[in-house]
């Protein structure tokens, strides 16, 4: 049995000949929560379109390119960013706190991003999935649950995901998927 | 395992991403302290327990956190349909028939 460590070191975890798992260096993680008609406000303090339809996220440009969001609920979005913006991006909401309440906390330390990537990447979700992987488009990510644990699944191309969750039920779940990995890997 | 349409999200999805919530439409009286001592455990404890079409509450545990209402039939576990909370209570007879 391999046994996870839980200092969660970026870096490979497994590696195979159809699916390999990478801890992914730590980014600073933003949940924020706010009203449908505040969207445009935060769109343009952010520079980014913040998408409204569940499961959809969107990018920054330039220097924002490192900025992701993603919309989780109707009232609900995390963004992703390098430590280096997080300023930069809680003055500009700062700005329009009056006109557009909001909650904007940081919840990095949370959670644990691994990218699964080969292959096989996508028949590896299947283990502890229990939704066709392809009915998420790639580009878009859903919030969802993984043998039991609420998780964050994105589909970034056709052999490339990442999955993050909460850092206490990683050991799990990532005990689960390195067993996986062995299991295809040895067909 | 039961598929179930998620009224936010719109789409259907594994039962497992989602925890009942008990029977829908029961609101919490305005004034409590008016209520008779059977009036509040009616409130409290006694649900209709339907064989058939059941209002009943779920939430999007495992996704858009959302809770909604549906109509499942509790023999069949047939969904006649879902919506979003604070939607009107659909027309059962319609439903049934529409079900059909
Ligand atoms: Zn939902």
């Known amino acids: 049995m391999t046994v996870i460590p839980f200092d969660f070191r970026p870096g490979t975890l497994v590696e195979s000949a159809g699916v390999s798992i990478r801890i992914l260096m730590p980014k600073t993680r933003l949940s924020l929560r706010a009203r449908t008609a505040a969207v445009p406000a935060i769109s343009r303090a952010l520079g980014v379109a913040v998408p409204e339809k569940i499961g959809q996220r969107a990018s920054g440009e330039g220097a924002n390119a490192e900025t992701e969001i993603l ?93 993050n969750g909460w850092r206490s039920f990683m050991p799990h779940l990532l005990g689960l998927l390195v067993t996986g990995c062995r299991e295809l890997s040895a067909e | 395992m039961l598929l179930i349409t998620c009224p936010y999200c719109q789409e259907t999805l594994p039962e497992a991403e989602f925890t009942y919530a008990g029977e829908a439409h029961i609101a919490r ?49 047939r969904f006649l349909t879902v919506y979003k909370a604070g939607e009107p209570k659909p027309d059962l007879a319609k439903l049934l028939e529409d079900a059909e």
Not at chain 2, 44 to 63: C, P, T
């Open chain 2, 29 to 77: 009286p305005a004034d409590p302290s008016s209520y008779s001592d059977e009036a509040w455990r009616d409130f409290l404890f006694v649900r209709s327990n339907v064989k058939g079409a059941h209002f009943e509450r779920w939430r999007h545990f495992h996704g858009c956190g959302r809770f909604f209402n549906a109509v499942r039939d509790t023999v069949t576990d």
């Open chain 1, 71 to 163: 919309c989780l609920g109707p009232d609900e979005w995390v963004l992703l960013t390098d430590v280096e913006q997080v300023g930069t991006i809680t003055a500009a909401m700062d700005a329009i706190y009056k006109e557009h309440p909001h909650s904007l906390v940081d919840v990095s330390d949370r959670e644990i991003t691994v990218e699964i990537f080969g292959d096989k990447a996508t028949d590896l979700l299947t283990l502890g999935w229990p939704r066709n992987p392809l009915s998420v488009p790639i580009g878009e990510a859903r919030r969802t649950v993984f043998d039991g644990a609420s998780v964050v699944i994105w589909h970034d191309s056709e052999t490339s995901w990442r999955l």
